[in-house]
């Protein structure tokens, strides 16, 4: 099955700017709707984006809309979210998967985003 590699992590001050990348193992990764997700502490996994194969329907949590912005370099296997204006709150572990249920892979360890303030 295709493997995940999820990268970006980095301590940043409130308002500064990160890019995460998620990188898959196959080609065939990009035909499916990928999506990122975060679990802060104490919190469960939620919803942050998606973004479907062609990279023309994007979905964003009211949280982050206006400040992230998911996209995709199908060439490289790669899905992208940039996340500016940070907050404190969106401190978390980031992961990506496909966001349709039955073909998601085991979640991984993510990637770290910390959020001074």
């Known amino acids: 099955q295709v493997q995940l590699v999820e990268s970006g992590v980095g301590l940043v001050q409130a308002g500064g700017s990160l890019r995460l990348s998620c990188a898959a193992s196959?080609?065939?990764?990009?035909?499916?709707?990928i999506g990122w997700f975060r679990q802060a502490p104490g919190k469960e996994r939620e919803f942050v984006a998606s973004?479907?194969?062609?990279?023309?329907?994007?979905r964003y949590a009211d949280s982050v809309k206006g400040r992230f912005t998911i996209s995709r370099n199908n060439a490289r296997y790669t899905v992208y979210l940039e996340m500016n204006s940070l907050k404190p709150e969106d401190t978390a572990v980031y992961f990506c998967?496909?966001?349709?249920?039955?073909?998601?892979?085991?979640w991984g360890q993510g990637t770290q985003v910390t959020v001074s303030s």
């Open positions: 973004i479907n194969w062609s990279g023309t329907n994007t």
């Open positions: 998967n496909r966001e349709i249920t039955r073909l998601q892979i085991p």
């Open positions: 196959e080609r065939t990764f990009s035909a499916y709707t």
